[in-house]
């Protein structure tokens, strides 16, 4: 069974006039996956514990996103805002992706979606960065393994961007895979092909205007053949959806269907080894209009539903 979680506090987030990371990217989302799937069970968001945050985090990064407490808006980087509401919304969003990963683990839901916000796979585990505050795909892998036992987890990054912050946190952690595709070159500059952490990342680079054609090819010949051969025994994903030709942020021209058609092929590679169980988190994705129709892809995939 498919559930999903979110928190009024991550649309509290307030980024500044002008900002492609807007609050209106998660009403886009909540919206499209309301209308198509009413019987949808949602949760309001947990925050995440210090002592969770502390398993992939330094204290100075917490101290940096939680005990700024300034009544304006502060610049971390020219990409990384923090507002008053941000703590907060950090909070839920690194929550979320954990309470997915504890339902996962007790059975209650096999498969989950987080619609949350600030995106999280640009920090890591010492800075905030590229729109993301804390990273919650690795916080919640960090949990998986140490809270839950697990021994093999896996991480699937589509968004447009490397998660050069996932990257980093797992790259010498064996119990960790941790697979991207992503548009090079482009912001953060990372994500090569020969960025192999110890043998546990596996990055496809992909020039723009590449299109479907070329992002299918790079993960049904090198990134599913690689998860499959790992066994993870949890899937995370990094689900952004600004690889869609319409965003305004990067030129990789997918199609919402690409992205139904990858989440379909995780899921065949996570009932072989996972028991069916995937965690979903929203990363990025800045055109509305793509972000309402590739979520309800994504969902529908993953959920088995038919969108109303
Ligand atoms: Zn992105």
């Keep these: 069974m498919m559930q999903a979680w979110t928190h009024p506090a991550c649309l509290a987030h307030d980024t500044g006039p002008g900002h492609a990371e807007r609050p209106e990217r998660l009403r886009a989302v909540l919206d499209a996956l309301h209308a198509a799937f009413p019987s949808l069970h949602w ?23 939680l005990d700024t407490h300034s009544p304006v808006r502060v610049q971390l980087d020219p990409d990384t805002v923090l507002s008053p509401a941000s703590a907060e919304a950090a909070l839920r969003a690194a929550g979320a992706v954990v309470a997915a990963t504890d339902a996962a683990l007790h059975g209650t839901a096999l498969r989950a979606f987080c619609a949350t916000r600030p995106p999280g796979h640009h920090a890591t585990g010492d800075v905030a960065m590229g729109f993301c505050l804390f990273n919650g795909v690795a916080v919640a892998a960090a949990h998986a393994l140490e809270h839950g036992h ?9 968004d447009v961007h490397h998660g050069n912050g996932t990257q980093a946190i797992f790259e010498h952690d064996p119990r960790v895979l941790y697979l991207s595709s992503h548009q090079s070159p482009l912001y953060p500059d990372t994500g ?3 960025e192999r952490g110890d043998g546990n990342v596996f990055n496809a680079p992909l020039r723009p205007g590449s299109g479907s054609d070329a992002f299918r090819a790079a993960w049904r010949e090198r990134l599913l053949p690689a998860l499959d051969d790992f066994r993870p025994q949890l899937l995370f ?13 990067a030129q990789l021209q997918l199609q919402a ?25 929203l990363e990025g994705g800045y055109d509305l209009q793509a972000l309402g129709e590739c979520s309800v ?10 969108p109303a």
């Design 43 to 65: 949760h309001e968001a947990p925050r995440a514990t210090r002592g969770q945050l502390l398993r992939v985090h330094t204290p100075e990064l917490l101290s940096t996103v």
């Design 150 to 158: 697990l021994a093999r987890v896996a991480i699937v990054d589509f």
């Design 192 to 194: 090569h092909a020969d």
């Design 237 to 249: 994903v990094s689900a952004g959806f600004d690889a869609h030709w319409r965003d305004p942020l």
């Design 257 to 281: 269907g690409d992205y139904a058609w990858l989440t379909r092929e995780l899921l065949a590679i996570a009932d072989r080894h996972a028991g069916g169980r995937v965690v979903s988190v």
């Design 297 to 306: 892809a994504h969902v529908a995939a993953l959920s088995g539903l038919a």
